[in-house]
Structures are given as structure tokens and as C-alpha cells.
């Protein structure tokens, strides 16, 4: 039986759902590209597989951004949410966002990247 993790954005108009076995890489990513998008200190991703990541409602206001030559940003059209970040040069996975995840994640982050555009700003550890 395939245990499934959900998630939605912040309007409830897109949700989805993956297998949640295959979840990893739990990541704070400080890239310029990851805080302009979410206008935050870092996106903060989670990999799954593709193959077990489907959207239950909502995937025609799921608009992806190319943000780069293979890097595709999914985002809810109505309120903004990010959702997905994903590869084309690894089609096999999928990167979702922690925090649009329902009920909370309560996993570890593995990994802090390109910590050297993390912003002087954050509370200090
Ligand atoms: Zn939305
Ligand atoms: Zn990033």
C-alpha cells in the first residue's frame, strides 16, 4: 500500500499528492533564484518521485516558470504559492515545498545550499 503525503497552496485551489516512501533531500536552498521567487529567505524543498506525484485538484492553475534552461518552478496562478521546483535533466524526481505540505513535515532538513547568498538578515542560530 502506498503511503501518500499531501500538500496544497494557499488558496486550496491546487492540491496534490506523492508517494510518500520517496521522499528526500529535505533542502533550504539560498539561491537568489529560490528567494526571488518565494520572497523569502530560501525555497525549502523536498525531493519525491515523479512517478508517485500527481495533482488531486487544481492542475490547470498550476502555471511552471522556466527559470533557467532545465529549471521549472511550479506555481499556483490565483494565490502565488510555489509548489514544485523540478529539473528537466532529472525527470525521475520532483522537488515540492515544505511548507505547502498538509499535515506540517516534521522531518529533518538534510542540507543548507548556496549558503553563501544566505542573507545577513536571518536570526542568527
Ligand atoms: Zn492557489
Ligand atoms: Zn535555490
Known amino acids: 500500500m502506498t503511503e501518500f503525503l499531501r500538500g496544497s497552496c494557499l488558496c486550496g485551489g491546487v492540491?496534490?499528492?506523492a508517494d510518500?516512501?520517496?521522499l528526500s533531500g529535505a533542502s533550504h536552498c539560498y539561491c537568489h533564484m529560490c528567494q526571488k521567487q518565494h520572497g523569502a529567505a530560501s525555497g525549502t524543498y523536498a525531493n519525491v518521485a515523479s512517478a508517485g506525484f500527481s495533482y488531486e485538484r487544481g492542475a490547470e492553475l498550476v502555471?511552471?516558470?522556466h527559470s533557467s534552461g532545465h529549471g521549472r518552478r511550479g506555481f499556483c496562478k490565483v494565490c502565488g504559492s510555489t509548489l514544485t521546483w523540478r529539473s528537466t535533466q532529472a525527470?525521475?524526481?520532483i522537488a515540492i515545498t515544505l511548507g505547502t505540505m498538509?499535515?506540517?513535515y516534521?522531518?529533518?532538513v538534510q542540507h543548507e545550499l548556496h549558503t553563501e547568498s544566505k542573507p545577513r538578515w536571518l536570526p542568527k542560530a
Open 15 to 17: 492540491a496534490y499528492k
Open 20 to 22: 510518500k516512501a520517496t
Open 63 to 65: 502555471h511552471e516558470y
Open 91 to 93: 525527470p525521475d524526481r
Open 102 to 104: 498538509e499535515p506540517e
Open 106 to 108: 516534521v522531518g529533518p
